[in-house]
């Protein structure tokens, strides 16, 4: 039949190997079938196989999943419970690929497993709108034992806001730190979001208490979902790698202490930051970006006044960055910048 089919394509004009393409085979494979077997098609056809269930025994696996008996457990349970028993029916594998073909594998009930969703998205267009903090550990000369390290960044200019170094992990520190935090920089705006992680520091009663007591709205990552705080943990990569980090453990809290001041100035102070057009967290956070950007923008214009030629299309962008973005739902538009490299 498909060499009838062949034929008559090529003698309407067609060439082999199309003819052959269009059947899915090759033109080598007609042309060795014409030489073997006096042309008959090769194919044997789809092979079933010995080991496929029949109906009945398909219909054996669906009773005893939902038997009264065998209802509510999975067939990895179920299939070790009828060996018990002195049956087997078909593998635990054969048993999902029944019952998924039925469309039995989706929970019905309250206790099927929590879904773990994405945070809502926050998203700040100027300081003291979105903070975000976490806790890093410090190493003590103590092999075990740590200094913790508590921080509070804003993301919108990337200051640090508070910086505190503790002995131990605690939701009463993580309280009063934050409190501390809103009294010393004067922030009383109804509806701060502060950021963490799901730690027990971040999520006591004491801490929410204090929280409300604020008027500071709070906004948790996933469980074990870095990803979802990264400004706090691209603050803490950056200092831990900074060259002057110390490479010994730190002796002592108010040394601990001492250190990350230092480095909480610079980072404030001296610190270009990519992420929004290199200027400091403080110019940024206390309105100077402007004049600065637009500074570079006049010299970045007049540089190419004087070389047009070096130029093959616009200056540097040194427009401001509008809006920082604390878990995007979306991509946003160009002049939205997620997160950089601290």
């Known amino acids: 039949m498909i060499f009838a089919l062949i034929d008559e394509a090529i003698q309407a004009g067609a060439r082999l190997a199309p003819a052959a393409e269009i059947m899915g085979l090759s033109a080598r494979t007609l042309i060795r079938w ?4 006096g042309g008959e098609d090769g194919r044997k056809g789809p092979k079933a196989s010995p080991n496929k269930l029949s109906k009945k025994e398909r219909q054996k696996v669906l009773d005893a999943a939902n038997s009264p008996e065998f209802r509510d457990l999975p067939p990895k349970q179920i299939v070790p419970k009828l060996a018990d028993k002195g049956e087997y029916l078909a593998s635990e594998s054969t048993f999902y ?16 497993p929590a879904v773990s969703r994405r945070p809502k998205e926050h998203v700040a267009t100027g300081p003291w709108q ?10 003590t000369p103590v092999k075990g034992m740590f200094f913790y390290l508590y921080m509070i960044v804003d993301i919108w200019s990337r200051k640090i806001i508070s910086a505190e170094v503790h002995a131990e992990e605690s939701m009463d520190l993580s309280a009063r730190m934050i409190a501390r935090a809103c009294l010393i920089h004067g922030v ?3 509806g701060l979001v502060l950021h963490a992680d799901n730690g027990g520091p971040m999520k006591g009663a004491t801490m929410l208490a204090t929280l409300h007591m604020l008027d500071v709205v709070p906004s948790f990552s996933r469980p074990r979902v870095s990803d979802d705080n990264p400004y706090s943990e691209s603050l803490f990569r950056t200092m831990k790698y900074r060259p002057e980090y110390p490479s ?3 002796e002592t809290i108010e040394k601990a202490q001492a250190w990350v001041d230092g ?3 610079w980072y404030n102070t001296m610190h270009l930051h990519s992420a929004i057009r290199f200027v400091t967290p403080d110019e940024r956070h206390y309105g100077h970006e402007e004049e600065i950007l637009a500074g570079r923008h006049l010299v970045y214009e007049a ?3 004087r070389n047009p030629n070096r130029w093959s299309g616009k200056t540097r962008n040194w427009e401001p ?3 920082v973005r604390l878990n995007p739902e979306k991509k946003g538009d160009t002049q939205t910048i997620m997160l950089k490299a601290a």
């Open 321 to 323: 960055v509008r809006a």
């Open 130 to 139: 979105v903070w975000s903090w976490d806790i890093t550990y410090l190493k």
């Open 34 to 37: 014409r030489k073997k077997a």
């Open 303 to 305: 540089a190419k006044h």
């Open 97 to 112: 690929r029944v019952l998924r073909a039925h469309a039995m594998l989706a929970h019905h009930q309250s206790s099927k």
């Open 248 to 250: 010994k453990p730190f």
């Open 263 to 265: 480095f909480v100035q």
């Open 188 to 190: 009383y705006p109804p």
